[in-house]
């Protein structure tokens, strides 16, 4: 490996660590899962398919957010301050409080309707499977699902360019 590619190398790790850092992972949580991903990423051959730089970023984002979410529902079980930090630790619900807050003004930002606030609420206040969602809204399961889909990746994207890791499309 030469030294442009290493270089190159450090700076996708560099981007990973900040995405999963700005997801609320601990710093030691970060630095393993953006390990893992820069391994996952060598492994499928991407470094060799000649990416563009932002094409190239957007595959270590979703790489990245996926590796994060995938820690997280595997420790599930376990309260999530296992992966995101303990309320014991100085300032852990400061944190908790910063990213409530976080995503409420995503949610006013995206400028999401009275329909997809209640969908949110439903799915992740209550905490209803999908199934009772449909249930509830008298409604096909994949509507549901494609709804949901489609707010959560609006939030996502502008999550991305408020944290100030993605740039605002021109």
Known sequence: MDAMDQERETRRHAFALRLLLALGAR????EDLAQDVMLRFLERGYQDRGLDESREKALLARMTYNAF??????????????LVGDPAEAGGRDRR????A??????AAAGLGADAVELLELRFGRDLTLEEIAS???CHLNTV???????LGRLRALALVESGLVRRAS
Do not use: C, K, Q, S
């Open 145 to 151: 699902r494609n709804h949901l889909r489609e707010i």
């Open 97 to 100: 409080l910063e990213r409530a």
């Open 136 to 138: 509830h809204r008298d």
């Open 102 to 107: 976080f995503v409420r003004d995503l949610v």
């Open 69 to 82: 979410v995938d820690r997280l529902r595997r420790f599930a079980r376990r309260p999530t301050e296992a």
């Open 27 to 30: 710093r030691d949580d970060a």
